[in-house]
């Protein structure tokens, strides 16, 4: 945890005590995964409310509120309620323990770029960031997803959320999906109903790539894809085909690469899927 943020939460606390709140036993009964990498959401009265380390979380009107934890994020998190019921309280964050797998035969050139290629990288970069940044005011795309999502594509699961990959012997960042590997052309259907916010067909990294808005930041993305099948603006319903799986990108077979986001925070989308049919 940053110093910057420590502050906050002190300052935070003492704010709150000399309000009067003190810690309760539960301020919220959540649901979903409280650990790295989960999503969690709940109900409060309509009109409250909430912030999350200092930082104040969507409320729906019908008083659904929700919050994802990145792969790293810290083991504790204050929750704070201000309105009718104010309170205040600390949830304990569950540690993982992430996959270190190595991975050779990738393109050089993908995992050290040479400079000309720079510049092309940090303009797909600022796509991306746009795309993820649109903040979709849609309660009925996120009551679809919060009900739970399918499988976009089912077949054996070859990379996991957390794991650490080296390429070629070079240290990557960590992966933050869940790699399913089928065949290319396997259709790819949208897990949840959702707004594409990008649609591109050759990314450096990520080569053919889709991400798919759930609302209220919340989204999902396709990565390495052969055919993107959907635009940017179309509204798609679960199990919709959008696209097809690839080996596009920094890829060394065809497989899709599924990930999930809140906010800037990277979220599992394993935590939010059944088992597959096939398991």
Same mark, same amino acid.
């Given at each position: 945890? $940053?110093?910057?943020?420590?502050?906050?939460?002190?300052?935070? $606390?003492?704010?709150?005590w000399?309000?009067?709140?003190?810690?309760?036993?539960?301020?919220i009964?959540?649901?979903?995964?409280?650990?790295?990498?989960?999503?969690?959401?709940?109900? @409060?009265?309509?009109?409250?409310? @909430?912030?999350?380390?200092?930082?104040?979380?969507?409320?729906?009107?019908d008083?659904?509120?929700?919050?994802?934890?990145?792969?790293?994020?810290?083991?504790?998190?204050?929750?704070?309620?201000?309105?009718?019921?104010?309170?205040?309280?600390?949830? #304990?964050?569950?540690p993982?323990?992430?996959?270190?797998?190595?991975?050779?035969? @990738?393109p050089?050139?993908t995992?050290?770029?040479?400079?000309?290629?720079l510049?092309?990288?940090?303009?797909?970069? =600022? %796509?991306?960031?746009?795309?993820?940044?649109?903040? &979709?005011?849609?309660?009925? !795309? %996120? #009551?679809?997803? !919060?009900?739970?999502?399918?499988?976009?594509?089912?077949?054996?699961?070859?990379?996991?959320?957390g794991?650490?990959?080296?390429?070629?012997?070079?240290?990557?960042?960590?992966?933050?999906?869940?790699?399913?590997?089928?065949?290319?052309?396997? #259709?790819?259907r949208?897990? $949840?109903?959702?707004? *594409?916010? !990008? #649609?591109?067909p050759? %990314?450096?990294?990520?080569?053919?790539?889709?991400? &798919?808005?759930?609302?209220?930041?919340?989204?999902?993305?396709? &990565?390495?894809?052969? =055919?993107?099948?959907?635009? *940017?603006?179309?509204?798609?319903?679960?199990?919709?085909?959008?696209?097809?799986?690839?080996?596009?990108?920094?890829?060394?077979?065809?497989?899709?690469?599924?990930?999930?986001?809140?906010? $800037?925070?990277?979220?599992?989308?394993?935590? !939010? @899927?059944?088992?597959?049919?096939?398991?």
């Amino acid at each position: 945890m $940053s110093t910057g943020r420590r502050w906050r939460i002190a300052v935070w $606390s003492a704010l709150l005590w000399a309000c009067g709140i003190g810690p309760a036993a539960a301020c919220i009964e959540w649901q979903g995964q409280l650990q790295q990498g989960g999503l969690v959401w709940a109900q @409060v009265a309509p009109g409250t409310q @909430v912030l999350m380390d200092g930082e104040p979380l969507d409320v729906l009107e019908d008083g659904t509120v929700f919050a994802g934890f990145g792969r790293d994020a810290a083991t504790t998190a204050e929750v704070v309620l201000r309105g009718d019921s104010a309170c205040r309280e600390t949830l #304990a964050i569950a540690p993982r323990e992430y996959r270190i797998q190595r991975v050779d035969g @990738v393109p050089q050139q993908t995992v050290t770029p040479p400079p000309e290629v720079l510049e092309r990288i940090a303009r797909e970069r =600022k %796509l991306v960031t746009a795309a993820k940044a649109r903040y &979709l005011t849609r309660p009925d !795309l %996120l #009551a679809a997803a !919060l009900a739970g999502f399918q499988w976009p594509v089912e077949g054996p699961i070859s990379g996991v959320y957390g794991s650490q990959r080296i390429y070629n012997g070079s240290p990557g960042n960590p992966h933050y999906g869940v790699d399913v590997a089928v065949p290319t052309g396997t #259709a790819v259907r949208a897990p $949840s109903p959702g707004v *594409v916010t !990008l #649609a591109e067909p050759d %990314l450096f990294y990520s080569g053919g790539t889709i991400i &798919l808005d759930h609302g209220y930041r919340l989204s999902s993305s396709f &990565l390495h894809l052969s =055919k993107v099948s959907v635009a *940017v603006g179309d509204e798609v319903k679960a199990g919709q085909v959008i696209g097809e799986v690839g080996a596009t990108g920094r890829a060394t077979g065809p497989h899709l690469d599924w990930r999930m986001s809140w906010r $800037s925070e990277r979220i599992d989308p394993q935590f !939010l @899927v059944p088992p597959m049919a096939s398991d």
